[in-house]
C-alpha cells in the first residue's frame, strides 16, 4: 500500500483542499532457474536433456508465456501455460543435438507481458566426435582368399578404439554363401578394448570336415557288401542255392542303402570319413558388436575361392 496526498489552495478559502491518495504497487517478474544451462561434452548423433524452471516473482500475473531456443537446442517439453500467476512455475526440457564438433552456443527465450521481456538464458554445450571402434580385415571391410580344397584361409582382423573408447567387443562370423564341409572360427571371439591402442583377432574359414561315423555309414554298408558276396558264393557252392539268394539280396540292401544315402565323394581315401569343400566361391560375414552401453556393431565381409586340390 502506497499513500499520499494533493493540496489544493485557492483564493476562495483560507485553507487549502486536501485530496488523500492511496495505491498499491505491483511487480512483473519472470526469473529463470539455473540462470545458466551447460550440457557439456554431448557425441554428435546423440542428444542431452537438461531441465529448467520459470517463475514468476512479481506480484501479478504475467501473460503471453512464450519459449523459444536458437542453436543447436530444442525444447523438448513446454511450457503448457501461457499465463504464470504470482508464484507460478512453469518446468521445461530443453534438448542439445550437436550438429557438428567444437562449441555451440545457443540461447533460451522467453517473451510475455514482463516488462523486462524477453527473458534470455545463455545455452553451452560441446559437440564431440562419437566414441567407438573401427572394424577391418586386412585393413579394408572386404577381403578376398584363394586356396585350394582341404586347406584353410586366415584372415586377419583389427578393432581400433575411436575417441578413448571402452568396452567389450563379441565377434561372429555368419555364412552369407556358405561352403559345404567347411567351418568358419575366431581366436579371440571376445575382445577388450582400452582405448588406446587396436586389437587383434584372426578368422580362421577350414575347407575340411571330419563326419562322425553314423554320417559314414554307406562307405561302410558298402564295404560290408563287397565283402559278404564272395564268402556267400563260396559258402553255396557247398551248401544250398537258396542261402546264396539270401546272401545276395542282403548284399544288394547294403549296396542299395550305401548308394541311395547322397552320401559325397570322398577325396582322401586314407580317411574315408573326412569330407571337402568343392571349389567354388563362398562368402561369410564377420560382425563386432559392444556388450555393454551403447550398442555399436560393425561388419565386414570374407570372400574365400576354393580350387581342385
Not at 3 to 8: C, E, I, Y
Not at 18 to 30: D, E, F, R, V
Not at 258 to 277: E, K
Request: glycine share 10%; proline share 7%.
Amino acid at each position: 500500500m502506497r499513500a499520499g496526498a494533493v493540496a489544493v489552495s485557492s483564493s476562495l478559502t483560507t485553507l487549502p483542499l486536501a485530496i488523500s491518495l492511496t495505491g498499491t504497487g505491483i511487480q512483473l517478474h519472470l526469473l529463470a532457474t539455473p540462470s545458466v544451462l551447460s550440457f557439456g561434452d554431448t557425441a554428435l548423433g546423440t542428444s542431452t536433456s537438461l531441465a529448467v524452471s520459470i517463475t514468476n516473482s512479481g506480484t501479478a500475473p504475467v501473460n503471453g508465456v512464450s519459449v523459444s531456443t536458437t542453436g543447436d537446442y530444442a525444447v523438448q517439453k513446454p511450457c503448457p501455460l501461457t499465463t504464470l500467476a504470482p508464484g507460478g512455475r512453469c518446468d521445461l526440457t530443453i534438448v542439445f543435438t550437436p550438429k557438428a564438433a567444437g562449441n555451440r552456443p545457443g540461447t533460451l527465450r522467453v517473451t510475455s507481458s514482463d516488462p523486462g521481456s524477453p527473458l534470455a538464458m545463455a545455452l553451452t554445450g560441446n559437440g564431440v566426435a562419437p566414441k567407438g571402434f573401427v572394424f577391418s580385415v586386412d585393413g579394408a571391410s572386404t577381403s578376398a582368399l584363394t586356396i585350394k580344397s582341404g586347406a584353410s584361409a586366415g584372415y586377419h582382423l583389427s578393432l581400433a578404439p575411436q575417441n578413448g573408447f571402452t568396452g567389450t567387443v563379441v565377434v561372429n562370423c555368419t555364412p552369407v554363401l556358405p561352403a559345404q564341409y567347411a567351418s568358419c572360427s575366431l581366436l579371440p571371439s571376445t575382445v577388450n578394448l582400452t582405448g588406446t591402442s587396436a586389437q587383434t583377432s584372426t578368422a580362421t574359414l577350414n575347407t575340411v570336415m571330419k563326419v562322425s561315423t553314423a554320417s559314414s555309414s554307406s562307405t561302410q554298408a558298402l564295404r560290408w557288401a563287397v565283402l559278404l558276396l564272395p564268402f556267400g558264393v563260396f559258402f553255396v557252392r557247398h551248401r544250398s542255392k537258396s542261402v546264396l539268394f539270401l546272401l545276395l539280396v542282403s548284399g544288394a540292401t547294403l549296396l542299395t542303402s550305401a548308394c541311395g544315402s547322397g552320401g559325397t565323394v570322398v577325396i582322401n581315401q586314407d580317411d574315408p570319413d573326412l569330407r571337402y569343400t568343392p571349389p567354388g566361391t563362398y562368402q561369410y560375414s564377420v560382425t563386432a558388436s559392444t556388450v555393454n552401453g551403447t550398442p555399436i556393431s560393425q561388419t565386414i565381409t570374407l570372400k574365400l575361392i576354393v580350387t581342385k586340390p
